[in-house]
């Protein structure tokens, strides 16, 4: 009976996880509002978000902090560099200091932009479906500006495979 009971608690609690950690739905009107918005980049540019509509986008959240976020940042970068060609595009929103970015680069370049969301990124990723807030979480959006996929947590290459094959 007691193992009954733990196994019953163990699925209620994976349930629960389950359910709190996977990307919520997203309101009206928010991609529209991803579409208007801009960012700065490391050298202090104006990245407008326009700029990617009309091909696919791959947009991920991350930090310097986050170790399951840096882990994917080479996958991520490798994937931009095999589809780059075909039109898909890979941008990188950093929740993170200005410093701890450009330092993070110096040692690990990136092919793919980077923009510097800070905590308007937070919001930004709850906005489109990530009510905690956790690291890492990858939306992409079709052609066509719509969003097609989210994750919470790193990519992987079966996901990367997957996500190109879909737009």
Sequence with gaps: MMAGVGAAAAVAGAGFAWWRLRPHDVPDGVEASFWNA?????????????????????????ATWCPPCVEELPLLNSFYGAHAGKGFQVLGLAIDQPAAVRKF????????????AGLTGTDLGRALGNEVGGLPFSVLFGKDGNILRRKMGQLTEKDLAQWSSEV
């Design 38 to 62: 801009s960012m700065e980049t490391l050298d202090g540019a104006t990245l407008t978000m326009r700029k990617f509509h009309g091909r696919p986008l791959l947009l991920n959240f991350w």
């Design 105 to 116: 680069l110096d040692r690990m370049p990136l092919d793919f932009p980077i923009a510097l």
